[in-house]
Protein backbone atom coordinates (compact mmCIF):
# COMPACT_ATOMS: atom_id res chain seq x y z
CA UNK A 1 0.00 0.00 0.00
CA UNK A 2 1.42 3.43 -0.89
CA UNK A 3 2.19 5.58 2.28
CA UNK A 4 0.11 9.08 1.99
CA UNK A 5 1.88 12.06 0.33
CA UNK A 6 3.50 14.06 2.94
CA UNK A 7 3.11 18.15 3.12
CA UNK A 8 5.67 20.58 4.26
CA UNK A 9 4.00 23.91 5.22
CA UNK A 10 5.69 26.94 4.78
CA UNK A 11 5.01 30.68 4.55
CA UNK A 12 4.48 32.32 0.78
CA UNK A 13 7.99 34.53 0.66
CA UNK A 14 10.28 33.45 -2.02
CA UNK A 15 13.09 32.69 1.32
CA UNK A 16 10.49 30.50 3.12
CA UNK A 17 9.69 28.89 -0.42
CA UNK A 18 13.66 28.39 -1.31
CA UNK A 19 13.74 26.91 1.93
CA UNK A 20 10.36 24.20 1.71
CA UNK A 21 11.85 23.20 -1.52
CA UNK A 22 15.02 22.17 -0.23
CA UNK A 23 13.38 20.47 2.14
CA UNK A 24 11.58 18.66 0.14
CA UNK A 25 14.26 17.67 -2.52
CA UNK A 26 16.48 16.19 0.64
CA UNK A 27 13.66 14.34 2.07
CA UNK A 28 13.36 13.03 -1.45
CA UNK A 29 16.92 12.19 -1.93
CA UNK A 30 17.10 10.30 1.64
CA UNK A 31 13.89 8.82 1.43
CA UNK A 32 13.17 7.31 -2.18
CA UNK A 33 10.03 9.34 -2.34
CA UNK A 34 9.37 11.51 -5.28
CA UNK A 35 8.02 15.16 -5.46
CA UNK A 36 4.70 14.18 -6.29
CA UNK A 37 5.16 12.20 -2.29
CA UNK A 38 6.28 15.47 -0.48
CA UNK A 39 4.53 18.09 -1.57
CA UNK A 40 4.27 21.68 -0.28
CA UNK A 41 1.57 24.03 1.21
CA UNK A 42 1.21 27.44 1.76
CA UNK A 43 0.16 29.36 4.45
CA UNK A 44 -0.17 32.90 4.98
CA UNK A 45 0.87 33.76 9.27
CA UNK A 46 0.59 36.85 11.22
CA UNK A 47 4.06 38.47 10.55
CA UNK A 48 3.34 38.48 6.72
CA UNK A 49 0.38 40.97 7.12
CA UNK A 50 1.90 43.42 10.41
CA UNK A 51 2.65 46.91 8.95
CA UNK A 52 4.45 48.41 11.53
CA UNK A 53 7.28 46.58 14.22
CA UNK A 54 7.07 42.85 15.52
CA UNK A 55 7.73 43.92 18.80
CA UNK A 56 4.20 45.62 19.09
CA UNK A 57 2.51 42.44 17.65
CA UNK A 58 4.03 40.25 20.23
CA UNK A 59 7.61 39.09 19.02
CA UNK A 60 8.94 36.26 18.08
CA UNK A 61 6.20 33.68 16.97
CA UNK A 62 4.71 35.53 14.37
CA UNK A 63 6.14 33.71 11.41
CA UNK A 64 5.57 30.31 13.25
CA UNK A 65 2.35 30.49 15.10
CA UNK A 66 -0.53 29.22 11.85
CA UNK A 67 2.23 26.84 10.59
CA UNK A 68 2.06 25.16 14.21
CA UNK A 69 -1.26 25.46 14.22
CA UNK A 70 -1.47 23.61 10.77
CA UNK A 71 0.88 20.84 12.47
CA UNK A 72 -1.09 20.29 15.75
CA UNK A 73 -4.75 19.75 13.11
CA UNK A 74 -3.11 17.80 11.17
CA UNK A 75 -3.45 19.45 7.77
CA UNK A 76 0.50 19.48 7.71
CA UNK A 77 3.13 17.47 8.29
CA UNK A 78 6.42 19.20 8.54
CA UNK A 79 7.09 22.82 8.64
CA UNK A 80 9.97 24.49 7.64
CA UNK A 81 11.32 27.30 9.72
CA UNK A 82 14.14 29.73 9.50
CA UNK A 83 15.50 28.97 13.43
CA UNK A 84 16.16 32.62 14.64
CA UNK A 85 12.38 33.27 13.89
CA UNK A 86 10.66 30.35 16.09
CA UNK A 87 9.83 31.35 19.65
CA UNK A 88 12.04 29.43 22.58
CA UNK A 89 9.51 28.08 23.94
CA UNK A 90 7.26 26.15 21.80
CA UNK A 91 4.05 24.05 22.04
CA UNK A 92 4.84 20.78 24.46
CA UNK A 93 3.45 18.20 21.74
CA UNK A 94 5.94 19.69 18.96
CA UNK A 95 9.56 19.22 18.35
CA UNK A 96 12.16 20.57 15.81
CA UNK A 97 13.69 17.54 15.09
CA UNK A 98 15.79 18.22 12.47
CA UNK A 99 18.33 21.41 11.59
CA UNK A 100 20.00 21.04 8.16
CA UNK A 101 23.78 22.71 7.89
CA UNK A 102 24.00 26.08 8.81
CA UNK A 103 24.64 28.79 6.10
CA UNK A 104 26.75 31.88 6.31
CA UNK A 105 25.72 33.68 9.76
CA UNK A 106 26.73 37.02 9.39
CA UNK A 107 25.07 40.40 8.70
CA UNK A 108 25.37 41.71 5.29
CA UNK A 109 25.65 45.61 5.25
CA UNK A 110 23.80 46.97 1.57
CA UNK A 111 24.04 49.90 0.39
CA UNK A 112 24.12 51.68 -3.64
CA UNK A 113 26.01 54.33 -2.19
CA UNK A 114 28.57 53.43 0.38
CA UNK A 115 31.15 50.38 0.42
CA UNK A 116 31.12 49.66 4.07
CA UNK A 117 29.26 50.48 7.44
CA UNK A 118 32.81 52.52 8.12
CA UNK A 119 32.18 54.54 5.37
CA UNK A 120 29.15 55.94 5.83
CA UNK A 121 28.80 59.56 6.29
CA UNK A 122 28.10 60.77 9.90
CA UNK A 123 24.15 60.85 9.96
CA UNK A 124 23.55 58.28 7.35
CA UNK A 125 20.00 57.02 7.80
CA UNK A 126 20.02 53.15 8.27
CA UNK A 127 16.24 51.05 7.55
CA UNK A 128 16.60 47.79 9.61
CA UNK A 129 13.24 46.71 11.59
CA UNK A 130 15.89 44.54 14.01
CA UNK A 131 16.36 45.90 17.34
CA UNK A 132 19.71 43.79 17.59
CA UNK A 133 21.03 45.57 14.31
CA UNK A 134 19.66 48.63 14.78
CA UNK A 135 21.71 49.06 18.54
CA UNK A 136 24.69 47.00 17.50
CA UNK A 137 25.12 49.74 14.91
CA UNK A 138 24.40 52.64 17.45
CA UNK A 139 27.09 51.35 19.51
CA UNK A 140 29.50 51.59 16.60
CA UNK A 141 28.49 54.50 15.00
CA UNK A 142 25.78 56.95 17.41
CA UNK A 143 26.13 59.45 14.85
CA UNK A 144 23.46 57.01 12.54
CA UNK A 145 19.74 57.40 12.17
CA UNK A 146 17.72 54.54 11.62
CA UNK A 147 14.08 53.99 10.22
CA UNK A 148 12.05 51.30 10.35
CA UNK A 149 12.03 48.81 6.97
CA UNK A 150 10.17 45.63 6.84
CA UNK A 151 9.18 43.40 3.86
CA UNK A 152 10.79 40.49 2.35
CA UNK A 153 14.02 40.97 0.85
CA UNK A 154 12.66 41.92 -2.55
CA UNK A 155 10.73 44.44 -1.15
CA UNK A 156 13.15 46.19 1.28
CA UNK A 157 16.26 46.09 -1.76
CA UNK A 158 13.88 47.94 -3.69
CA UNK A 159 12.93 50.22 -0.99
CA UNK A 160 16.93 51.01 -0.37
CA UNK A 161 17.26 51.57 -4.35
CA UNK A 162 14.50 54.46 -3.97
CA UNK A 163 16.63 56.07 -1.40
CA UNK A 164 13.79 55.43 1.22
CA UNK A 165 17.33 54.98 3.53
CA UNK A 166 21.11 55.08 2.64
CA UNK A 167 22.11 51.36 3.97
CA UNK A 168 20.44 48.37 5.17
CA UNK A 169 21.57 44.80 6.69
CA UNK A 170 20.29 41.26 5.96
CA UNK A 171 21.40 38.05 6.91
CA UNK A 172 24.38 36.93 4.33
CA UNK A 173 22.31 33.47 4.38
CA UNK A 174 19.12 34.68 2.38
CA UNK A 175 20.51 36.53 0.18
CA UNK A 176 22.53 33.86 -1.29
CA UNK A 177 20.04 31.56 -1.07
CA UNK A 178 18.14 33.45 -3.10
CA UNK A 179 21.42 33.86 -5.59
CA UNK A 180 21.45 37.21 -4.78
CA UNK A 181 25.29 37.53 -2.78
CA UNK A 182 26.21 40.13 -5.56
CA UNK A 183 23.71 42.57 -3.62
CA UNK A 184 26.26 42.06 -0.66
CA UNK A 185 28.25 45.30 -0.12
CA UNK A 186 30.15 44.17 3.10
CA UNK A 187 29.61 40.76 4.66
CA UNK A 188 29.87 42.04 8.44
CA UNK A 189 32.18 39.85 10.64
CA UNK A 190 30.95 38.15 13.58
CA UNK A 191 33.79 39.91 15.90
CA UNK A 192 31.78 43.44 15.06
CA UNK A 193 28.40 42.50 15.02
CA UNK A 194 27.38 39.21 16.57
CA UNK A 195 24.15 37.74 14.69
CA UNK A 196 21.06 37.06 15.36
CA UNK A 197 20.75 33.48 17.55
CA UNK A 198 19.99 30.54 15.54
CA UNK A 199 20.67 33.36 12.45
CA UNK A 200 21.34 30.72 9.13
CA UNK A 201 19.73 27.61 10.65
CA UNK A 202 16.86 26.32 8.56
CA UNK A 203 14.56 24.16 11.24
CA UNK A 204 12.11 21.15 10.40
CA UNK A 205 9.18 21.08 13.15
CA UNK A 206 6.71 17.92 13.19
CA UNK A 207 4.16 16.72 15.85
CA UNK A 208 6.36 15.19 18.49
CA UNK A 209 4.29 11.96 18.19
CA UNK A 210 5.10 11.69 14.76
CA UNK A 211 8.01 8.63 15.16
CA UNK A 212 7.38 7.86 11.30
CA UNK A 213 8.25 11.77 10.36
CA UNK A 214 11.40 11.46 12.58
CA UNK A 215 13.07 8.51 10.88
CA UNK A 216 12.21 10.26 8.12
CA UNK A 217 13.99 13.73 8.47
CA UNK A 218 16.36 11.84 10.57
CA UNK A 219 19.50 11.59 7.98
CA UNK A 220 18.96 15.27 7.33
CA UNK A 221 20.11 16.87 10.83
CA UNK A 222 22.99 18.38 11.02
CA UNK A 223 24.93 17.54 14.62
CA UNK A 224 26.87 20.46 14.79
CA UNK A 225 24.23 23.42 14.03
CA UNK A 226 21.47 21.61 16.21
CA UNK A 227 24.50 22.14 19.42
CA UNK A 228 25.06 25.59 18.17
CA UNK A 229 21.89 27.03 17.69
CA UNK A 230 20.19 25.06 20.91
CA UNK A 231 23.43 27.12 22.78
CA UNK A 232 22.21 30.39 20.90
CA UNK A 233 18.61 29.80 21.46
CA UNK A 234 19.37 28.81 25.34
CA UNK A 235 20.95 31.78 25.78
CA UNK A 236 18.23 33.70 24.35
CA UNK A 237 15.62 31.93 26.09
CA UNK A 238 17.48 32.53 29.66
CA UNK A 239 17.10 36.70 28.61
CA UNK A 240 13.63 36.46 27.88
CA UNK A 241 14.33 37.25 24.36
CA UNK A 242 11.37 38.31 22.31
CA UNK A 243 12.01 41.05 19.58
CA UNK A 244 11.74 43.69 22.06
CA UNK A 245 15.24 43.02 23.71
CA UNK A 246 18.45 43.93 21.63
CA UNK A 247 19.90 40.19 22.01
CA UNK A 248 23.00 38.35 20.06
CA UNK A 249 24.26 34.94 20.02
CA UNK A 250 26.69 33.17 17.97
CA UNK A 251 27.81 29.20 19.08
CA UNK A 252 30.91 27.69 16.78
CA UNK A 253 31.48 23.69 17.12
CA UNK A 254 35.55 23.32 17.40
CA UNK A 255 35.84 19.64 17.05
CA UNK A 256 33.94 18.33 20.42
CA UNK A 257 34.37 21.84 21.90
CA UNK A 258 31.54 24.37 21.46
CA UNK A 259 32.05 28.53 21.81
CA UNK A 260 29.55 30.61 22.51
CA UNK A 261 29.68 34.70 22.83
CA UNK A 262 26.77 36.53 23.40
CA UNK A 263 25.79 39.85 23.69
CA UNK A 264 23.06 41.96 25.19
CA UNK A 265 22.36 46.14 24.17
CA UNK A 266 20.15 49.32 25.54
CA UNK A 267 18.19 49.65 21.96
CA UNK A 268 20.19 53.38 21.94
CA UNK A 269 23.49 51.14 21.92
CA UNK A 270 24.62 53.10 25.00
CA UNK A 271 25.36 49.67 27.02
CA UNK A 272 26.80 46.86 25.63
CA UNK A 273 26.94 43.81 27.86
CA UNK A 274 29.15 40.53 26.00
CA UNK A 275 30.37 37.01 28.08
CA UNK A 276 32.31 34.16 25.61
CA UNK A 277 32.16 30.86 27.19
CA UNK A 278 33.98 27.33 25.79
CA UNK A 279 33.22 24.05 26.99
CA UNK A 280 32.95 19.90 25.60
CA UNK A 281 29.72 18.96 24.51
CA UNK A 282 28.02 15.78 23.31
CA UNK A 283 24.91 16.18 23.57
CA UNK A 284 21.81 18.91 23.06
CA UNK A 285 21.41 19.12 27.07
CA UNK A 286 24.91 20.12 27.91
CA UNK A 287 24.87 22.59 25.03
CA UNK A 288 21.58 23.91 26.50
CA UNK A 289 22.82 24.00 29.26
CA UNK A 290 25.94 25.88 28.87
CA UNK A 291 23.88 28.61 26.90
CA UNK A 292 21.26 29.27 29.83
CA UNK A 293 24.11 29.25 32.36
CA UNK A 294 25.56 32.53 30.14
CA UNK A 295 22.49 34.00 29.66
CA UNK A 296 21.94 33.68 33.84
CA UNK A 297 24.97 35.45 33.54
CA UNK A 298 24.47 37.89 31.29
CA UNK A 299 21.31 39.05 33.25
CA UNK A 300 23.06 39.09 36.39
CA UNK A 301 25.53 41.65 35.19
CA UNK A 302 23.25 44.05 33.65
CA UNK A 303 21.56 44.35 36.95
CA UNK A 304 18.96 47.03 36.59
CA UNK A 305 20.68 48.87 33.71
CA UNK A 306 18.73 47.77 30.53
CA UNK A 307 15.14 47.34 30.80
CA UNK A 308 14.37 43.69 29.56
CA UNK A 309 10.86 43.54 26.84
CA UNK A 310 9.14 46.56 27.90
Known sequence: MQSPALIIGTRGSPL???????????ICEASGRSAQEVTIKILKTSGDTIKGELKDFGGKGLFTRELELALLDGSIDLAVHSMKDVPTVGHQDLVVSAVLPRADVRDAFISVKHKSIAD??????????SLRRR???AALRPDLKFCLLRGNVGTRLRKLEAGVCDATLLACAGLRRLEQADRITEAVDTGTMIPAPAQGAIGIEIRRDRADLRDIIAPLNDR????????????LRALDGNCRTPIAALARMHGDRLVLK???LARDGSLRIAQEVESQVARAIEAYDLGFKMGEAVRTEVGGRITFDE
Open 120 to 129: LPKGALIGSA
Open 262 to 264: GEI
Open 16 to 26: ALYQAHLVQRL
Open 224 to 235: AAELEITAERAF
Open 135 to 137: AQL
